[in-house]
């Protein structure tokens, strides 16, 4: 059974950082492109980055670049995201997700994303 646990989440005031994290009970890990998703209350999910397989490639959403920085460790199953210069409007429940569908570039489409966490709360004071 695949599992994804995220962490990391809390309460942090604006220009502050957080590092997201996301363990995966997958053996064969490395094969899959994974996903950092939000949402914010009474908004619909959207996506926030995306990493490659091996890694190499990644993409973000506009709003975020330059501020959060996706990654993740083959080796320990797990996948991060690194968010600095933290601003109110980041505040959303965080979602990891993996892509089994065989690709290799990751896809910016939830509906690419066969398995999701059960999310952690990010919440930016101002």
């Known amino acids: 059974q695949v599992q994804l646990v995220e962490s990391g989440g809390g309460l942090v005031q604006a220009g502050g950082s957080l590092t997201l994290s996301c363990a995966a009970s997958?053996?064969?890990?490395?094969?899959?492109?994974m996903a950092w998703f939000r949402q914010a209350p009474g908004k619909e999910r959207e996506f926030v980055a995306a990493?490659?397989?091996?890694?190499?490639?990644?993409i973000y959403l506009d709003s975020v670049k330059g501020r959060f920085t996706i990654s993740r460790d083959n080796a320990k199953n797990t996948l991060y995201l690194q968010m600095n210069s933290l601003k109110p409007e980041d505040t959303a429940v965080y979602y990891c997700?993996?892509?089994?569908?065989?690709?290799?570039?990751?896809?910016?489409?939830?509906?690419?994303?066969?398995?999701w966490g059960q999310g952690t709360q990010v919440t930016v004071s101002s």
């Open positions: 997700a993996a892509d089994f569908g065989g690709t290799y570039f990751p896809s910016r489409q939830s509906t690419e994303y066969n398995y």
């Open positions: 997958i053996r064969t890990f490395s094969r899959y492109p």
């Open positions: 990493i490659s397989r091996n890694g190499v490639t990644t």
